[in-house]
């Protein structure tokens, strides 16, 4: 089974395609004050798999970049999985161009390794559209495939990477489900969360803090802190055997 690639779509593919008729637009709802994005944060998360140490991700707000005469932040993402986790050989790097104003991707990118296969996702975004490409190879002598296609997309659609720092810049209502479009494997899908409940859990670089459990509709959680750092500090897979990422290290912004 595929535990790393599976991870990623439940670690920053945020819920499922089902929707809750008393769901709140989450791209209409209010952004929270002040903006929690901070140039230079890194954060590196430890991954285990059955309580098993598997990988490791890390996530770097760059820098700030001026595109199209607007300002946009250059975000990079990379995991991996262990050199002694036999099991599985994975390594994936991301990156999305992320406009803190808008909240919304402008350019997002995506190279994956999972074992022998190799593939790089592109998608640009500009005036309602996603101008999509995908590039893969199956086995390292295997002929090249791709696939490139228009996508149309509705304000404030996110790709696999931004979606984390918009749901950090949103208000949320304890109890309330959410939705929002989502770009992830060459379609946009229609999102949906719960804000579950307040839990204070125990953190090795924060200590005690109180965090919002966020669930999907697949059953997988969330945990963001309850305060202006709104930091992800723990992801569950439910669905995965296992699968918990902990965040582990914080670098501070400039």
Same mark, same amino acid.
């Given at each position: 089974?595929?535990?790393?690639?599976?991870?990623?779509?439940?670690?920053?593919?945020?819920?499922?395609?089902?929707?809750?008729?008393?769901?709140?637009?989450?791209?209409?709802?209010?952004?929270v004050?002040?903006?929690?994005?901070?140039?230079?944060?890194?954060?590196?998360?430890? &991954?285990?798999?059955?309580?098993?140490?598997?990988?490791?991700?890390?996530?770097? &707000?760059?820098?700030?970049?001026?595109?199209?005469?607007?300002?946009?932040?250059?975000?990079?993402?990379?995991?991996?999985?262990?050199?002694?986790?036999?099991?599985?050989?994975?390594?994936?790097?991301?990156?999305?161009?992320?406009?803190?104003?808008?909240?919304?991707?402008?350019?997002?990118?995506?190279?994956?390794?999972?074992?022998?296969?190799?593939?790089?996702?592109?998608?640009?975004?500009?005036?309602?559209?996603?101008?999509?490409?995908?590039?893969?190879?199956?086995?390292?002598?295997?002929?090249?495939?791709?696939?490139?296609?228009?996508?149309?997309?509705?304000p404030?659609?996110?790709?696999?990477?931004?979606?984390?720092?918009?749901?950090?810049?949103?208000?949320?209502?304890?109890?309330?489900?959410?939705?929002?479009?989502?770009?992830?494997?060459?379609?946009?899908?229609?999102?949906?969360?719960?804000?579950?409940?307040?839990?204070?859990?125990?953190?090795?670089?924060?200590?005690?803090?109180?965090?919002?459990?966020?669930?999907?509709?697949?059953?997988?959680?969330?945990?963001?802190?309850?305060?202006e750092?709104?930091?992800p500090?723990?992801?569950?897979?439910?669905?995965?055997?296992?699968?918990?990422?902990?965040?582990?290290?914080?670098?501070?912004a400039?």
């Amino acid at each position: 089974m595929h535990y790393a690639k599976g991870l990623i779509l439940t670690l920053f593919w945020i819920g499922g395609i089902v929707l809750n008729a008393n769901a709140t637009s989450l791209v209409e709802t209010k952004n929270v004050s002040p903006n929690p994005l901070k140039i230079g944060e890194k954060l590196t998360y430890s &991954i285990t798999w059955k309580k098993v140490p598997a990988g490791k991700r890390t996530d770097w &707000i760059v820098k700030q970049e001026s595109v199209n005469g607007e300002d946009i932040y250059h975000i990079q993402s990379q995991m991996q999985t262990r050199a002694l986790f036999r099991l599985y050989s994975f390594r994936n790097q991301s990156e999305t161009h992320f406009n803190p104003a808008t909240l919304s991707p402008v350019r997002f990118q995506n190279r994956l390794k999972d074992r022998g296969y190799r593939a790089t996702v592109t998608a640009n975004f500009q005036d309602g559209q996603a101008e999509y490409e995908k590039v893969s190879r199956p086995k390292p002598k295997s002929p090249q495939k791709r696939e490139t296609k228009t996508l149309e997309v509705p304000p404030g659609t996110q790709d696999e990477l931004s979606i984390i720092y918009f749901l950090r810049s949103k208000q949320l209502a304890l109890g309330r489900t959410y939705f929002f479009p989502l770009l992830a494997t060459g379609k946009v899908h229609k999102v949906t969360l719960t804000v579950e409940r307040r839990e204070f859990i125990k953190n090795k670089v924060l200590g005690h803090v109180k965090t919002l459990v966020l669930r999907t509709s697949e059953g997988d959680r969330f945990w963001i802190t309850d305060d202006e750092r709104r930091l992800p500090v723990k992801i569950q897979a439910s669905k995965l055997g296992g699968i918990i990422a902990t965040l582990t290290e914080i670098e501070s912004a400039n």
